[in-house]
């Protein structure tokens, strides 16, 4: 989401938040570590997308993070979540929630963002 001018100095395309309407939380609550995974969509629709919708169904091929997703893209966390969250409402993208059992985390979930991170 960043762009350089030739000089060496990234600047932001876009002011992360403008992306929001202003908005800091989602809907609904969003945990970092939810997976994210893109629904396959006509490509007259995908032309209808955001740059940064684009971005995330492009990166959401294969499953993500939501920490990942704001990594790689270089966004806020909080920016990344609104608009995930916004994609999952819109239909376009799946969201798998983590499900702890008796409070204990789901180790395969733990290995799976570990994974990710150390692909980072």
């Given amino acids: 989401m960043y762009g350089s001018d030739g000089t060496g100095d990234e600047e932001p395309l876009f002011r992360p938040y403008a992306v929001t309407g202003g908005r800091s939380e989602p809907r609904y609550h969003l945990a970092m570590e939810t997976l994210i995974s893109s629904m396959s969509i006509p490509d007259d629709e995908m032309a209808l997308l955001t740059p940064e919708q ?5 990166l959401c091929r294969s499953f993500r993070s939501v920490a990942e997703i704001s990594a790689l893209l270089r966004v806020p966390l909080g920016v990344a979540r609104v608009v995930v969250a916004d994609m999952a409402d819109e239909g376009l993208v799946r969201l798998h929630q983590p499900r ?5 985390p789901d180790m395969n979930m733990l290995e799976r963002v570990l994974s990710g991170l ?3």
């Avoid at 684009?54 to 492009?58: N, R, S, V, W």
């Avoid at 702890?100 to 204990?104: D, E, V």
């Fill in 118 to 120: 150390r692909r980072l």
């Fill in 54 to 58: 684009e971005a995330i169904m492009t």
């Fill in 100 to 104: 702890l059992n008796q409070g204990q």
